[in-house]
């Protein structure tokens, strides 16, 4: 099984924007997620910019294979690299078994947001 870890910080600092669609329903999902052992989660209130950047950056290197888009989403292309992660925008890291990321979530593929809700299989229940 995948291990999937949630970075997420102040609910009430969640930005409302298309990469995070159905976040509410990630967020009252998250227990019965975590029980079953399918998510483990990081509170990132605490953590300063400097603390959250390497998360980004070790969620942005799987981009390098999938062609997935973030910097957009995570706030880099303004200059700051990752400075959104577990704050305004919620992230979503798929660690494959030897600990390597596997994808990152949200991001662009394409021209569409892929969301936190879509990697968990809740978008259809929205």
């Known amino acids: 099984m995948k291990t999937r870890v949630l970075y997420l910080g102040d609910e009430k600092s969640i930005w409302r924007a298309p990469f995070n669609?159905?976040?509410?329903?990630v967020l009252a999902s998250r227990e019965r997620l975590q029980i079953a052992g399918e998510l483990l989660t990081v509170?990132?209130?605490?953590l300063s910019d400097a603390e959250r950047k390497p998360i980004y950056f070790k969620g942005a290197t799987s981009t390098a294979k999938t062609k997935h888009r973030v910097r957009v989403v995570y706030g880099s292309n303004n200059g700051e690299p990752g400075i959104r992660t577990g704050r305004e925008v919620p992230m979503l890291l798929n660690f494959a078994d030897d600990g390597t990321v596997e994808d990152i979530y949200p991001h662009l593929d394409g021209v569409k947001y892929v969301t936190i809700a879509d990697a968990l299989g809740l978008s259809g229940k929205l």
């Open 43 to 46: 509170d990132t209130r605490a």
């Open 21 to 25: 669609d159905g976040i509410g329903l």
